[in-house]
């Protein structure tokens, strides 16, 4: 099945090259191997919908001469940083289901016919016939989202004959759109057509606009060192100029500023000396504003702070209350991690790339924040999956906003953050859309050696937590190998007693992963005697033996509460999880697992962890249910 649909998708695209080579005759390019073969993966990994290829398919012109469609929004003045808003659209003769509206930003982008890009998403491994518009809409709704819009409950009365009967009605439907703050204006276009034959009808004759696109927002917290008496601060804003941070009792930081811009962003391949861009230099291209960090100093661990961050200038965030996780050595540490989340729209819009499960898994964790139960959070890959169409990370970081905004977010990064051909990273899809992990470091300043180098390791209570680039050469003699083995037997055991290795790809998974990883990295674990791996990138939970080489060497034993227990007094093995279930569309598990797969559940959900000196206990939480699915612990005696 897999085979045949690659054929087909590799006959489709040479066709379209073939197409290609007629409309460029003076240009030879030949499409890299990694582009064509992704065609099948594109599809099959991340879920293209129509929605997220709608800038692929040839726009028509609508022929509708109707005088009277109008298309206005209710809003009491500008913009505020979030907000929902009615859009209405009237004056409809004839209601159909294809009638759709888009949220386009900024208000002057072309939204027409762009015939010639479909050369620019071959990349994507998307080569079918699609809407070609030129630039992308943030998110859209089909008007049918109001129930009464095709059965036109809502008329009016547009022509009267002479013995006073209606001549002329029309209809009108109303739609809900959330939104927040991205600095640049907004318009709305209303389309007929569908996503697959859009056409234009009309838009908004005046764009909205947002009261202070300088608005300081979006502050989230993480570490920068074991000792927890610093935490760095992020944020954004429209503003260049340097902004601070105050807290505690009268202190105050200023914040470094930066940016990065279209130019920063990778592209794949040339059409002849015509370089063809990414949809992070191209369509899916938005200003990402200025991002603002400062350094937060003289904190206490496991410590309550407040803070605000903005100016005079530019306005104040709320006064927000943060905790401080506890120093590297000290006697218990409560986390959260989990992988692969992204983000989902909040008024049911269609958007590029939903993460179905992410509202239930932050809903979760918020609760859990707010009740005092954690110290910090690990996101280990696949952050926001805005992969080039950046106003994506606007929405993502304002949805993280009452986790991150109150305990330290350390990150991991993923192949939706880095991976894309000629760039560096280790594997060659194009998986982050031309991001090549710019935006993702820029937005989580991660306390790592340097610029795309992203691993660190960080100490927390009792933990030494060691955190890798799977999307970076890993393989014996590589910069990031030698940091492994270096910091995994640097540990002080009396001090940190759990050594806790993560990173986004997996090297166990009953779904399959990259058996060069496992043979090249593995051994590393088992001669620093790392008790528990962590990884995402599939999206299931999954857990395993205690394993080594595909084998189990030990397997746990149940406590007197029945939750599967794993004696570490003699090491065997680290145990291995899969946490990647905590947004994107859910994995199923084959019918005929690997024996060492003990726990294998495909639910929404994050893990929630307490290590203390002498027991590291996980639970996994179904996030939709709040039950907890599997627990289990480690003990050193």
């Known amino acids: 099945m897999e085979q045949r649909a690659t054929t087909h998708h590799v006959h489709k695209l040479s066709f379209i090259l073939l197409i290609l080579s007629l409309a460029f005759p003076s240009s030879s390019f030949e499409l890299r191997p990694s582009v064509a073969d992704s065609t099948f993966l594109h599809r099959n990994e991340t879920a293209i919908s129509d929605f997220r290829v709608l800038n692929r398919r040839a726009l028509f012109q609508c022929p509708d001469p109707n005088p009277y469609l109008q298309i206005n929004v209710t809003t009491q003045g500008d913009l505020s940083d979030e907000q929902f808003i009615t859009v209405n659209v009237s004056g409809v003769l004839v209601p159909s289901d294809g009638d759709w509206v888009a949220m386009v930003s900024p208000s002057f982008s072309n939204v027409t016919t762009c015939l010639a890009s479909e050369a620019y998403y071959l990349q994507t491994g998307d080569t079918s016939i699609l809407p070609l518009l030129c630039h992308y809409p943030v998110k859209a709704k089909y008007v049918t989202s109001d129930p009464s819009y095709l059965s036109c409950k809502n008329q009016k009365c547009q022509k009267y004959g002479n013995n006073g009967d209606c001549e002329v009605r029309t209809c009108a439907g109303s739609l809900s759109f959330h939104v927040v703050n991205i600095r640049t204006n907004i318009e709305f276009v209303f389309f007929a057509g569908g996503f697959s034959t859009p056409c234009i009808l009309t838009k908004t004759d005046v764009p909205l606009r947002f009261s202070n696109p300088n608005s300081p927002l979006h502050g989230h917290l993480s570490s920068i060192d074991s000792t927890a008496t610093s935490m760095r601060l992020t944020w954004v804003s429209g503003d260049k100029e340097p902004q601070q941070v105050e807290y505690g009792d009268g202190k105050s930081q200023t914040s470094e500023v930066t940016t990065f811009s279209a130019a920063d962003m990778c592209s794949e391949f040339r059409l002849g000396s015509v370089v063809v861009p990414s949809p992070a230099k191209d369509f899916g291209w938005h200003d990402p504003g200025y991002i603002h960090t400062a350094v937060m100093s003289g904190l206490q661990p496991s410590s309550t702070f407040n803070y605000k961050y903005g100016s005079d200038a530019v306005g104040w965030s709320a006064e927000i209350q943060f905790r401080t996780p ?12 989990f992988g692969d989340m992204g983000k989902a729209p909040l008024d049911s819009s269609a958007e590029h790339y939903i993460q179905p499960g992410s509202i239930s898994v932050i809903k979760g964790m918020t609760e859990e924040v707010e009740n005092g139960n954690v110290d910090s959070i690990f996101h280990i890959g696949d952050i926001s999956y805005a992969t080039g169409f950046l106003v994506e990370w606007d929405y993502f970081l304002n949805l993280i906003t009452p986790l991150a905004s109150k305990v330290s977010y350390m990150t991991a990064i993923g192949n939706h953050e880095r991976d894309y051909s000629d760039s560096g990273s280790w594997y060659t899809g194009p998986d982050s859309g031309g991001e090549c992990g710019v935006p993702y470091e820029t937005y989580f300043p991660m306390p790592t050696p340097a610029k795309d180098k992203p691993w660190y390791s960080i100490e927390q209570g009792t933990v030494h937590f060691t955190v890798i680039s799977t999307e970076h050469d890993w393989t014996e003699k590589s910069e990031q190998y030698e940091w492994m083995k270096t910091d995994m037997a640097s540990v002080d055991r009396s001090k940190t007693p759990w050594l806790v290795f993560t ?29 528990l791996v962590l990884f995402g990138h599939v999206h299931n939970y999954e857990r395993t033996c205690s394993i080594y080489k595909s084998e189990c060497l030990a397997m746990p034993e149940k406590d007197k509460n029945g939750i599967d227990t794993y004696d570490n007094t003699n090491y065997t093995a680290p145990v291995q999880a899969i946490v990647g279930m905590a947004g994107f569309s859910l994995d199923k598990f084959p019918d005929d697992a690997p024996s060492w797969s003990l726990v294998r559940i495909s639910e929404f959900g994050y893990v929630r962890a307490h290590a203390t000196k002498d027991e590291l206990k996980l639970e996994f939480v179904n996030s939709d249910t709040k039950n907890v699915d599997d627990s289990f612990i480690i003990t050193k005696k």
């Open 503 to 531: 990173g986004h790809r997996p090297m166990y998974s009953s779904l399959g992963a990259d058996d060069q990883f496992l043979e090249t990295v593995e051994p590393l674990l088992l001669n620093n005697k790392v008790d």
């Open 326 to 337: 506890p120093a590297g050595g000290s006697d218990e540490l409560k986390f959260l991690v």
